[in-house]
């Protein structure tokens, strides 16, 4: 599973001109399905992103995770991060999880998430979205499961 995460001032998303999920300072973070991820690999995704320290402690350094930060956590599903751009003009997604798993696994994402913080609000998967951010550095990061 791939996360890009980004610390954010703000973030929200919207489908069809209604906002469904709005946060303030945390993390936005797009959420990436391929073929060989599995429910663990959801899991350490979860493990990863709650504890990847990129908010600033008292000396101004990285070295505070979101949890400690007190912040928030927008999670949006984007299967484009699977996709393959080393060749053409035009991106291959051969490797992107089916629909059918892509969202379970997005789904089992989120529900990890919850189990770990009340401050989750999340993206529809499949839905035309449109996300706003203020992305606070910038401060972004490509992790994987």
């Not at 529900?111 to 401050?119: E, K, N, Y």
């Not at 979205?129 to 992305?135: D, I, P, R, T």
């Amino acid at each position: 599973m791939i996360a890009l995460l980004q610390r954010v001032s703000a973030a929200s998303v919207s489908v069809g001109g209604n906002r469904i999920a709005a946060i303030g300072p945390g993390l936005l973070a797009l959420i990436g399905v391929v073929k060989q991820d599995v429910d663990r690999d959801a899991h350490r995704l979860v493990e990863r992103m709650l504890g990847y320290r990129i908010f600033s402690d008292e000396h101004g350094r990285m070295n505070r995770n979101v949890l400690q930060a007190q912040g928030s956590v927008l999670l949006v599903p984007q299967f484009t991060l699977a996709a393959d751009t080393r060749k053409g003009m035009r991106p291959s997604f051969s490797s992107a999880a089916a629909p059918e798993k892509g969202s379970a696994l997005f789904d089992a994402v989120v529900d990890i998430m919850r189990r770990q913080t009340s401050r989750v609000q999340s993206g529809c998967f499949g839905a035309d979205m449109q996300v706003e951010l203020v992305n606070d550095g910038p401060v972004t990061f490509w992790l994987e499961s």
